[in-house]
Each structure stands twice: as structure tokens, then as C-alpha cells.
């Protein structure tokens, strides 16, 4: 009834993302993003869809990931791939084609809400985890591993955030 409540957008978008999970529907999630992205049309300064809609990035691309390693160790029995291994050419240059600009646009709605939002954890530990898929992206061995520290300096840095908010006194 209202196209500009910010609650009702939300919620519509909160629940296409539930849905979105179980049976796994790709649309869904997408369907699930336009709502953060009209959220942030009206709101620019609020951090939060910034953060959902790194999140559905993020999902899609982990799952693609996931997919494209299970394919590969199925196809290839005696030369398996574990996560914490580079793809094999052929996939890697599929995954880059077909998820790089997904994990390009994570990456940047992430740091988007952590620049609104400068101790916001979850934005930073989703971004760790978009700068290990981008690793799975790249072709040079330098690359990956820059990638893969700055992904583990996050986690770093979000450890840091979590503690100094367990020590900070209770607000009444």
C-alpha cells in the first residue's frame, strides 16, 4: 500500500531471502536483493541493506563455489580440490566469468555499509569472506595470496571489534 515504508520493504525482503534458502532459488535471492537495493534508494546513509546485499552476493557465489568444487572432485576422483586449494584453470576462469561481477558488487556494498558503519562486524566478517571467494577468481598465485590476507586480517580485525565491545560497560 506504501511503496516507501522501509519496514514493509524490509520484511518483503527478509522473507524472499528465508525462501530463498531451502529449496535453494538463486531468483529468489535476486528478487530478495532488489528490495535492500530500494532500500538503499531511499535510505543511502543506513548501512544495513549495504550489508544484506553483501550478504546474497556473498550466498550466491559461495554456493556456485561449492558447486564447481563438487562437480570437479566428482569428475576427477584422484585429483581432488579442497576449499583452501586454488580452482583448476578451466573452472576458475568459469567462476570469474560468471560470479565475478556478483563478488565485485559484495565487496562493494560491504564496504559501502562498513564505511557508513565503521565497527560493523558482520559487514567485515562477509567481506573477509567475498575477498576468499575473489581469491578463487584470480589467476596469479601473488594475487591470491594478497587476497587471502587481507580476508585474514578481517577476521583479525573483527576479533579486535568483538572483544572491545565484551569489555565495553553495559548501556542501561
Same mark, same amino acid.
Given at each position: 500500500?506504501?511503496p516507501?515504508?522501509?519496514?514493509a520493504?524490509d520484511?518483503?525482503?527478509? /522473507?524472499?531471502?528465508?525462501?530463498a ?8 535471492f ?18 544495513e ?6 550478504? /546474497? ?11 564447481i ?34 563478488v565485485?558488487?559484495? /565487496?562493494?556494498q ?6 557508513l ?18 581469491a ?10 594478497? @587476497? @587471502?590476507?587481507?580476508?585474514?586480517e ?11 565491545k ?5 548501556r542501561?
Amino acid at each position: 500500500m506504501d511503496p516507501k515504508n522501509l519496514s514493509a520493504i524490509d520484511g518483503i525482503g527478509s /522473507i524472499l531471502y528465508s525462501m530463498a534458502a531451502t529449496p535453494f532459488t538463486p531468483a529468489k535471492f535476486e528478487e530478495s536483493k532488489s528490495y535492500h537495493l530500494k532500500h538503499i534508494a531511499q535510505k543511502p546513509d543506513d548501512p544495513e541493506p549495504y550489508y544484506w546485499v553483501g550478504v /546474497i552476493d556473498w550466498t550466491l557465489a559461495f554456493r556456485a563455489n561449492s558447486d564447481i568444487r563438487a562437480a570437479y572432485n566428482n569428475n576427477n576422483p584422484r585429483k581432488q580440490v579442497h576449499d583452501d586449494q586454488p580452482l583448476p584453470t578451466k573452472e576458475r576462469e568459469e567462476y570469474a566469468a560468471k560470479y565475478g561481477d556478483t563478488v565485485e558488487d559484495g /565487496i562493494k556494498q560491504l564496504q559501502k555499509a562498513i564505511e557508513l558503519r565503521p565497527d560493523y562486524e558482520d559487514a567485515m566478517a562477509y567481506l573477509n569472506l567475498l575477498y576468499r571467494r575473489k581469491a578463487d577468481q584470480v589467476a596469479s598465485p601473488q594475487e591470491r595470496e594478497a @587476497l @587471502l590476507k587481507e580476508a585474514d586480517e578481517l577476521v583479525e580485525k573483527v576479533k579486535e571489534i568483538r572483544q572491545k565491545k565484551s569489555e565495553a560497560p553495559a548501556r542501561s
